[in-house]
């Protein structure tokens, strides 16, 4: 495939990432070029030709297109209302009216978050207010879609999906204590309300726990080798606070030494394990750097991996922190409210620093769901859930992505039942379907 650069256009860096980045993910071979005209020129067996320098990477309106993608016809967005005529439906004219590439590259690495409005949004992961709501962005790994499209429009042939669909396994670990001193003084002091509200079993059920929790093992929420169960010996990896505490809670050290054993428990079966880092430490690249320390001491071994707890990241900053510390591969990018894919994608790849015009070497693998977002922990019905995972499933095998998904720790406690059960479906659910176990290391 040969890409021919827009001359003197200032996104051109960017644009040879975003599909040097894809053809690598696919296996291609791609040559660049610089070019004379102001247009962008992507060909193969054919060729695709767009306008460059556009005036914004977000675009004002949007209209949705069939185009062709895997031998079948898909819905995708498209940044203006009119395509020329095609020949055959769902078929990429020759000549595209409007900069695609500027558009992708805005919604992959998240052109909306240098609006000072969405700033306090894109921080806490909160999808409202962004484009990509307004026009259904989130519900497809649209800029996957888009590309895979481009490169068989190119190619004139389908390219080759893997051998088997991948998801990746992930717990987010938050808690593993329910009962500390603190809390056990505050029970005792509740006592009055749980009887007034005829709730004295249940108190005295509440005080046993606490009793009995002296011992991490003993704990309700001290869930890890219940999980490890779970896992079903697959390959899975575990992301740990090093900071004992967030911006609303103590969790817990992991320098105890029962903490540090469950990490290397956790690694003694053959999982990875990763940096949960603090929200309180999202703009301190020092910081950051004390706690990949702090696993690295309780683990042996280097850490690479790393999502933010809370999903708190500050726009701009986060990730240069920590591409700086050596974190290879981050799965952040996702939604505290919704499930869907926040950047379009489901691909790993190495983050473009919007505002300082790079790219970082670090990569990012969005995910597409987590426990408490695909319905609520407490009160669930199993089976609609696993659906919307199945929708999810079917787009990120067309787009030849990783499904990356996320369970936490509180969830696999008896205070939440049904949960487990509803893991071991999900574990079913990609069995059943020949799905493949997916490792970043």
């Known amino acids: 495939i040969n890409l021919q650069l827009a001359h003197g256009s200032v996104h051109a860096p960017m644009v040879q990432h975003l599909v040097q980045s894809y053809a690598n993910w696919w296996g291609l071979t791609l040559e660049v070029t610089q070019g004379t005209t102001g247009y962008w020129g992507l060909s193969g067996t054919k060729t695709i030709v767009m306008p460059a320098n556009p005036r914004t990477l977000i675009p004002k309106q949007v209209a949705q297109v069939p185009v062709l993608c895997a031998g079948s016809v898909i819905i995708l967005p498209f940044p203006q209302r009119i395509l020329p005529q095609m020949s055959t439906p769902g078929e990429l004219p020759t000549t595209l009216p409007e900069d695609l590439f500027a558009f992708l590259c805005g919604q992959l690495w998240r052109a909306e978050e240098l609006e000072p409005a969405l700033r306090e949004s894109a921080a806490e992961a909160d999808h409202r207010g962004f484009l990509g709501e307004r026009y259904g962005f989130f519900d497809t790994p649209i800029v996957d879609l888009w ?3 481009l490169f068989e429009a190119v190619l004139g042939s389908t390219l080759l999906a893997p051998t088997r669909p991948r998801f990746w396994m992930t717990y987010d670990i938050d808690c593993l204590r329910k009962w500390r001193f603190l809390g056990v003084l505050k029970h005792i002091a509740l006592l009055p309300l749980f009887a007034f509200q005829g709730k004295g079993v249940q108190w005295l059920r509440f005080l046993g726990e606490a009793l009995h929790s002296w011992s991490p093992r003993k704990d309700p929420w001290f869930t890890i080798p219940r999980m490890l169960k779970a896992s079903q010996g697959l390959r899975s990896t575990f992301f740990f606070l090093a900071h004992p505490r967030d911006h609303k809670a103590y969790r817990y050290d992991i320098r105890r030494p029962v903490n540090t054993q469950a990490v290397r428990n956790v690694m003694a079966q053959g999982h990875c394990v990763g940096l949960h880092g ?11 750097k004390q706690e990949k320390t702090i696993l690295e001491v309780a683990s042996c071994q280097p850490v690479i991996l790393h999502r933010q707890h809370f999903l708190y990241i500050r726009p701009g900053v986060t990730f240069r922190n920590l591409d700086a510390i050596g974190i290879t591969l981050d799965s952040t990018i996702g939604f505290n409210n919704r499930t869907g894919f926040r950047s379009g994608s489901c691909i ?7 505002e300082q015009n790079h790219a970082l070497g670090m990569k990012e693998l969005p995910f597409a769901f987590g426990d408490w977002n695909v319905h609520d922990p407490k009160k669930f019905i199993a089976s609609e859930s696993l659906q919307k995972i199945q929708e999810q499933m079917t787009l990120v095998n067309l787009a030849g992505g990783v499904l990356t998904m996320i369970f936490h720790d509180l969830y696999f406690s008896d205070d939440y039942p049904g949960h487990l059960e ?19 290391t």
């Open 147 to 149: 590309m895979r499209s």
């Open 278 to 288: 603090s929200p309180l430490h999202a703009g301190s690249q020092e910081k950051l």
């Open 348 to 354: 790993p790849i190495p983050w473009w620093d919007l």
């Open 422 to 440: 509803f893991h071991s479906q999900v574990l079913h659910l990609f069995a059943q379907q020949n799905w493949q176990s997916w490792s970043p």
